[in-house]
């Protein structure tokens, strides 16, 4: 029998089948855990997935049961139905998946009351005739009959076509007393939520009227080509003549795509995505909006704007419907932003009567923490090792790195979509080090120990072979030295500093704490116990941890559908305090502290 | 001694003088009216205008008395004093004309208790420090200290580089509960009013703190060139790709040259220029809000909008300040615009407890009639005949142009420039039938009597020549023709018959009204007792007459400073009853009725 190469995204793994298994067993011969209650037999619709590229035998009846004509045509499958006849790209979406930690947020969405900022208005209006020769605008607003409805320059542009188009019978969008789009009866109302990362971007579609993800599609944040990271990317905006124009329009042109996208996979008209909310760090922010980050770039680093910011998608030139806005939740500091806010409204930080600390890991790590209803935030500027930067074999987390390591009898590695290692990515790192710790090949400081088996010394130097060059995929060894250990102390030592300021700024021990949350992509991915065993997060029992994944675009997503989560957001931001580490007393003993090893 | 050519504008006469001569003896020669209450001696200060080009004299001690430095070095002179010393050109404010018609709007402004949308608020803020990291926006407004202050991400763009440069003292336009810009301590607030009429534009700068006129300009509608009138306009818009863009990139373009040479005129920033009010008939309304005019060219030509629009001039691209809005006034209806609206709230049409009539001349004739507080208003199709189109030697009112003329003993007639004539514009058409009327040389019907010895019959052809080939400027003889008459009856029945179905829905004779108001250029120039002859205004008193001049533009600089003017032109326009011409069954009559000459 053929073999045929699956691609499961977005978790990027490849993985070759037997001609004829379905996509549930692909998937399972992948390590990726679809939910499958019912064992697989087309029974709990559970295994929802979606056919991106290539064929598959037509659909069961089991899957015509389960999905609605549209939703197939839009190429959703039951995973456990399904056999692909060709190479096939297939979509996992999040609630398909059984990893727990991230369902807890994807889940938290139907839990948001629905409470949206627009709600729909259907109405048949009353053509103009030779005794009725009011404007269009006029008789439109008559229609609506409510005091205080007005509409902007930007809707009346197209209104008078629209009206004899649609036949006079229109759905309006009401945002508050605002009618934003005129669209053909009945249509449903929808919105955009994104999370702009200085690296990735991540885009959902929501409907208003219920809160349910239609679409997602994520892409890379293209102002990596002026800049990796924030400060090299604020540096550009600054340098340049039209510098920082060039950056919003990178970004607004990607999510011009990503809107196309999602609004070919949803099948429907960008004209009824009428509302979006957006998140990102503070940087990422204000080069969306067109605000200056010269000030961003300079101590003391003060944003440009703190409060949310509404304001109509055009005038940046975001293609949504043509009387769309954009909301953007608030900042709380130059480097804790609105996507650190909307994590913490999603992880329900803001509201918990418990003592939670949460965190989400990147080059700049933003922690917030509540304790009896006070609220404290900080950033640290952990820098990019998690993300492979300053580490000699460090990568992204791409095929052929290793993300997992164990040390017992022998070395065991894995890599990303089992190819032959290249490479380290964050999570490997972190483990490789836990490792070595708890072996006694490294001590507290950060050296390793020429006498253990497992460190190798060359040319005087000491250093950690996970794979040698004869199992490598480029032939050669892939190896931590000592200077990648410091990297990673100096990482991990401004996170735990952060936590230990905050903690201390709060008055309470780790071990008071109820719960602490790990938000992120390489939050997600990492290991509790490496990450305790460096000394990165305090020591907790286990259960006191949830890894939440993308809670900043979970969050975006709850803001689009619940005015009580913008009013909560605000609010969060009005009251978390800020604390500037650089400047706390207690900074510099915790960081030393901080970047010992266990 | 050597001549001096003297260009008077706007009133457009050219004179010569001896060198050494004043400006006020130029225009006395020319026949300009200008002010001059102490005879020319320097004291009264009246005759105030503008050296816009040339040499001459430097100020007298009276005019360094009269005139301040700012003033005086954007090129203020007193006509009196100033003795031009090569060509010049001399811009005449209204304010220093002596026609009192045209003098009794300009005065209005005055009048209009200074009530503006828009107020100055000087703030020192407070800068970051390590132990104050508060976003800019919010220090800002911390430091307004008005619970609801907002601002919006347009002002967001360069508001960090503000505070800075202006060292964190800054006075704020606000808008209501919006700031709108940011700027220098002490800077003035300034406003822009507009009126774009279908073939010129003129454009006024005010100070919104005492409703000052710093300065005036004016440019022709660059829209002419992709049609002469409001309907080939629309068909353009219609019949062409990005038609409507282009007519709105062009009269933004002028307006953005006028903004230009009016803030460089009063030496100020456009910056400060945090206002504009912008009016026109509903066309140019559209056009210029680019707002869709299909709807506006078929019937029942309805307007897109009636609604005053209020917008952030930079979304139509308009060059005033970066966060200042535009206020376009209500329409009426397709054919009754803002412009109308503007004009009758400056002449009060709306406030009056008498019975006026109120009625702008030209392609289109707008028409309202304010008795005992109800409000009607009309719009005629008079076609361009009184700007000389469709008219065998018809001109626009250009030197060379007959614009004067009385029969008696001979043929007198005035040209324009006193030019040898080479046609006749609107004033001179209305005086020559209103005359032939007069001497019984043309019936009420609009023959000419063969009999006549003023009545020339060529070819069978019966013409009226005013003046011939030899004493012309062409060569050939100016004359009118018997189809030249009856397109004036066709024009002059059209607003006639507006102005007795008005009437007649009021319930009243024209012998009832209180007041008879005519604006615009060719309501200003008219000869009032020739109107009345040729049966275009029912015959009435002359002092009951008011000619008023460019009131659309007064009504535009009141709505920049009074909030009470726009409120009550928002109840003029909700008020007003328009009537359809085209369905009043009295129409048909007093059109018919209406074309009779006398």
Not at 33 to 40: F, H, I
Not at 69 to 88: K, M, N, W
Not at 147 to 161: C, K
Not at 474 to 498: C, M, P, T, W
Request: proline share 6%; with cysteine; glycine share 10%.
């Amino acid at each position: 029998m053929p073999k045929l190469t699956i691609d499961l995204e977005p978790v990027g793994r490849r993985t070759e089948i037997e001609s004829g298994a379905t996509l549930l067993e692909a998937a399972q011969a992948a390590g990726v855990e679809l939910l499958a209650t019912c064992g697989g037999q087309g029974a709990c619709f559970d295994c929802r997935v979606r056919l991106a590229r290539g064929q598959a035998e037509p659909p069961t009846l089991e899957e015509q049961a389960a999905l609605t004509p549209a939703e197939l045509a839009a190429g959703q499958r039951l995973a456990c139905q399904c056999i692909p006849t060709s190479h096939v790209k297939v979509d996992i979406p999040p609630e398909s998946l059984s990893t727990p930690q991230r369902l807890s947020i994807e889940g938290q969405m139907v839990d948001v009351e629905v409470d949206p900022i627009l709600l729909p208005l259907d109405l048949t209006i009353s053509p103009p005739l030779m005794t009725d020769l009011r404007p269009d605008s006029t008789r439109l607003l008559a229609a609506v009959n409510q005091a205080g409805t007005h509409l902007s320059r930007r809707l009346l542009v197209d209104l008078s076509e629209r009206l004899r188009r649609y036949n006079w019978q229109v759905r309006l969008a009401l945002r508050g007393s605002e009618i934003v789009a005129v669209l053909p009866h009945q249509t449903p109302l929808l919105g955009l939520a994104v999370d702009i990362g200085t690296t990735k971007v991540a885009a959902y579609l929501v409907d208003l009227a219920n809160g349910a993800t239609l679409a997602k599609s994520g892409a890379m944040n293209p102002q990596i080509g002026y800049g990796e990271d924030v400060i090299s990317r604020i540096h550009y905006a600054n340098t340049h003549a039209d510098g920082r124009r060039i950056l919003q329009t990178k970004i607004v042109e990607t999510l011009n795509s990503l809107i196309t996208e999602l609004t070919i996979q949803a099948r429907v008209s960008v004209d009824s995505v009428v509302e979006a909310v957006i998140v990102g760090n503070t940087a990422m922010h204000h080069l969306l909006a067109g605000l200056p980050v010269e000030q961003l770039g300079a101590s003391p680093y003060v944003p440009a704007a703190g409060e949310p910011l509404e304001f109509p998608a055009a005038e940046i030139g975001l293609k949504i419907s043509p009387g769309g806005y954009i909301y953007l939740p608030p900042n709380i500091a130059g480097y804790v932003g609105a996507d650190h806010v909307a994590m913490a409204i999603a992880a329900d930080v803001h509201t918990t009567s418990q003592k939670v600390l949460a965190l989400d890991i990147g080059t700049n790590t933003e922690i917030s923490l509540a304790v009896d209803g006070k609220l404290y935030s900080c950033s640290c500027a952990s820098g990019p090792a998690f993300e492979g930067a300053h580490i000699r074999d460090g990568m992204r987390a791409a095929p052929g790195a290793i993300e997992k390591v164990s040390l017992g009898e022998t070395i065991k590695i894995a890599t990303i979509d089992h190819r032959p290692a290249v490479g380290i990515c964050g999570s490997g790192i972190l483990d490789a080090i836990g490792e070595l710790v708890k072996v006694g090949a490294l001590d507290k400081r950060g050296n390793l120990r020429p006498e253990h088996p497992l460190v190798r010394v060359r040319e005087g130097k000491r250093e950690f072979v996970l794979a040698p060059a004869a199992e490598s995929g480029h032939g050669q060894d892939v190896l931590l030295s000592r200077s990648d250990i410091n990297e990673i102390q100096l990482a991990k030592g401004a996170i735990r500093a952060g936590e230990e300021v905050l903690l201390a700024e709060a008055g309470i021990k780790a071990e008071d704490l109820d719960e602490f949350i790990v938000a992120g992509a390489f939050g997600t991915y990492l290991d509790l116990a490496s990450a305790m065993r460096v000394g990165m997060f305090p020591t907790l029992p286990l259960e006191k941890f949830r890894q939440i994944g993308n809670a900043a675009g979970a969050g975006a997503r709850q803001m689009l559908i619940s005015r009580k989560k913008r009013l909560e957001a605000l609010q969060f931001s009005q009251h978390s305090r800020y604390v500037e580490l650089t400047l706390h007393r207690q900074f510099m003993a915790s960081f030393t502290e901080g970047m010992m090893l266990g």
